[in-house]
């Protein structure tokens, strides 16, 4: 497990790369968000005692290959975390220019629907796939017309949310990182970058989503 001694959590920052040919935009960059939770064993160790967990919080494309990812501490909130991942993001552009920090779309489930985090993906322009719990669907219905219309929601893109839980799934296929032995955060971060360096080059199609 990686724990954070109580620090704040660690983002991992990298600038994935498309070919230097065609529209200098690139394609459409569609992201989904999940977040991976770890327990350790019961260690004397300082960084990890007891039952305690942490949390890897990442962005993944179409094609479930990882391009940012957060660490924190197990008890830290899901919705918190989305903002800090997000400003993390940087997918290098087709030619010249800065790397693209904001996508098309971002998918995400339920922990996501907070109106804060609904506000800010509107402030950048993101349209967001996120699925509404049943208590924030009930508090509109009692309010009537004051409620105001429910959040756009697009059953066939939220379907492809999934590309964040095959991304997990590859992850994990690396013994390290599925092991909860890692008990210092820098050296986790260190295999879940070593694992996405090799999902990455067992899949370099450069296009990152599979369509609009």
């Not at 179409?62 to 197990?74: F, K, N, V, Y």
């Not at 989305?82 to 290098?92: A, D, I, K, N, S």
Request: aromatic share 6%; hydrophobic share 25%; glycine share 8%.
């Amino acid at each position: 497990m990686a724990h954070h001694d109580g620090l704040q959590p660690t983002q991992h920052e990298a600038v994935w790369s498309l070919p230097p040919q065609g529209d200098s935009e690139g394609p459409n960059l569609h992201l989904s968000h999940s977040t991976i939770s770890r327990s350790c064993p019961t260690t004397n160790s300082l960084s990890c005692s007891g039952h305690k967990t942490s949390k890897v919080h990442l962005l993944a494309d179409d094609r479930a290959r990882p391009l940012t990812w957060q660490t924190s501490p197990g008890q830290r909130g899901d919705n918190p975390m989305l903002v800090p991942v997000l400003e993390g993001l940087r997918v290098g552009r087709r030619g010249p220019g800065r790397p693209r920090t904001r996508p098309d779309r971002l998918r995400g489930d339920k922990a996501y629907s907070s109106r804060e985090t609904r506000a800010y993906l509107r402030r950048r322009h993101i349209k967001a796939t996120v699925a509404q719990p049943g208590d924030q669907r009930a508090h509109r219905r009692r309010k009537g017309r004051a409620g105001g219309r429910p959040p756009a929601f697009d059953k066939t893109q939220y379907k492809r949310r999934s590309a964040a839980e095959r991304c997990v799934s590859k992850w994990k296929q690396f013994r390290a990182v599925a092991s909860p032995y890692d008990k210092r955060d820098y050296i986790f971060n260190g295999t879940l970058t070593a694992a996405a360096m090799v999902i990455w080059l067992h899949d370099t199609v450069q296009e990152p989503s599979e369509g609009p």
